[in-house]
């Protein structure tokens, strides 16, 4: 268990990164990238293209509870997705290096 | 009779009821001293439960979803104070010879905690029901919109990623302390 001053450390060296970090995004706001996604976003909205809110992405005019089943189903999906794809790649990749390296001779003389 | 007779009894009283109370205290209520290991595995788990609802806006809603990305900070800064000496170490000898694991875990890591800063300050920027429901109103800008989705999006990858790195760790504490099954092989101790 970490001490009350690691704690304290912790806490605090957490917190000025992170003001840091926020800082330097900060900074991007004026970049030549934000403003072209903002131009972007002001073609497609005058052309008509641009989406709904964040919540109601691909289900407008539909009614209350499917909405929320239909969002719920689909978060589930595209987080298992986003989540489960890579970490089962990882998980494979870590089990064929630790089989290669029980394989080797270093690892047969290590074991 | 002594003045002092009944003052030293009355010690000796009170010192034998002490002892009494703490024997019967030791008999009654075994102790249950929770270990480390114990107290991260429930705090990741919650964290994690936490962490994949903040990652549904969908299914939650906007309101509950930027309220819960608030609630989050908290057992982030305790998975990040549990494994401080893991940290602070790795950090000290980044550059000498570490495990191509841990190295490999560390950046990781700081890659997570990066993508968790940006998604929380992109997020703070495009409230829509948190800070107004504060009394603060912002006018949604589209790039810190779109910077909020792919830093979310990316940080769910590097979740996958991150879980998948401690895997081993995960199984057997949830196994232990969530499910209180008996450990098939030895304990793994700590997150990293």
Same mark, same amino acid.
């Given at each position: 268990?970490p001490?009350?001053?690691?704690a304290?450390?912790?806490?605090?060296?957490?917190?000025i990164f992170?003001a840091?970090?926020?800082?330097?995004?900060?900074?991007?706001?004026?970049s030549?990238?934000?403003?072209g996604?903002r131009a972007?976003?002001?073609?497609?909205t005058?052309s008509?293209? =641009?989406?709904?809110g964040?919540?109601?992405?691909?289900?407008?005019?539909?009614?209350g509870?499917l909405?929320?089943?239909?969002?719920?189903?689909?978060? =589930?999906?595209?987080?298992?997705?986003?989540?489960?794809?890579?970490?089962?790649i990882?998980?494979?990749v870590r089990?064929r290096?630790?089989?290669?390296?029980?394989?080797?001779? =270093?690892?047969?003389?290590?074991? | 009779?002594?003045?002092s007779?009944p003052?030293?009894?009355?010690?000796?009283?009170?010192?034998?009821?002490?002892?009494?109370?703490?024997?019967?205290?030791?008999?009654?209520?075994?102790?249950q001293?929770r270990s480390?290991?114990?107290?991260?595995a429930?705090?990741?788990?919650?964290?994690?439960?936490?962490?994949?609802l903040?990652?549904?806006?969908q299914?939650t809603?906007?309101?509950?979803h930027?309220?819960i990305s608030?609630?989050?900070?908290?057992?982030?800064?305790?998975?990040?104070i549990?494994?401080?000496?893991?940290?602070v170490?790795?950090?000290?000898?980044l550059?000498?010879?570490v495990?191509?694991?841990?190295?490999?875990?560390?950046?990781?890591d700081?890659?997570?905690?990066f993508?968790?800063?940006?998604?929380?300050?992109?997020?703070?920027?495009?409230?829509?029901?948190?800070?107004?429901?504060?009394g603060?109103?912002?006018?949604?800008?589209?790039?810190?919109?779109s910077?909020?989705?792919?830093?979310?999006?990316?940080?769910?990858?590097?979740?996958?990623?991150?879980l998948?790195?401690?895997?081993?760790w995960?199984?057997t504490?949830?196994n232990?302390?969530?499910?209180?099954?008996?450990?098939r092989?030895a304990?793994?101790?700590?997150?990293?």
């Amino acid at each position: 268990m970490p001490t009350l001053k690691d704690a304290v450390l912790a806490t605090l060296f957490i917190t000025i990164f992170s003001a840091l970090m926020m800082l330097g995004v900060a900074q991007l706001d004026s970049s030549a990238w934000a403003e072209g996604v903002r131009a972007e976003y002001s073609t497609e909205t005058t052309s008509g293209e =641009a989406k709904g809110g964040d919540a109601e992405d691909g289900f407008e005019g539909m009614s209350g509870p499917l909405m929320i089943v239909l969002g719920a189903v689909a978060s =589930a999906l595209k987080i298992s997705l986003l989540m489960g794809i890579p970490g089962l790649i990882t998980i494979a990749v870590r089990r064929r290096q630790s089989r290669s390296a029980n394989q080797s001779p =270093a690892g047969t003389a290590a074991s | 009779m002594p003045k002092s007779g009944p003052v030293i009894y009355g010690t000796h009283k009170r010192k034998s009821i002490n002892i009494m109370t703490q024997q019967i205290r030791s008999t009654t209520r075994p102790k249950q001293k929770r270990s480390s290991t114990q107290i991260r595995a429930w705090v990741n788990l919650l964290f994690f439960i936490i962490m994949v609802l903040v990652l549904a806006p969908q299914a939650t809603g906007i309101p509950i979803h930027e309220w819960i990305s608030f609630v989050v900070i908290i057992p982030l800064f305790i998975h990040l104070i549990m494994d401080w000496k893991w940290i602070v170490n790795i950090t000290k000898r980044l550059f000498k010879k570490v495990p191509a694991d841990a190295r490999f875990n560390y950046v990781l890591d700081w890659l997570l905690f990066f993508l968790f800063v940006v998604a929380t300050f992109t997020g703070v920027l495009i409230s829509e029901a948190a800070l107004p429901a504060l009394g603060i109103t912002m006018v949604i800008d589209p790039f810190w919109s779109s910077l909020h989705d792919m830093s979310a999006n990316l940080m769910t990858i590097v979740i996958g990623v991150h879980l998948a790195m401690h895997w081993k760790w995960i199984v057997t504490n949830f196994n232990k302390y969530v499910l209180r099954r008996p450990a098939r092989s030895a304990q793994v101790q700590g997150g990293h």
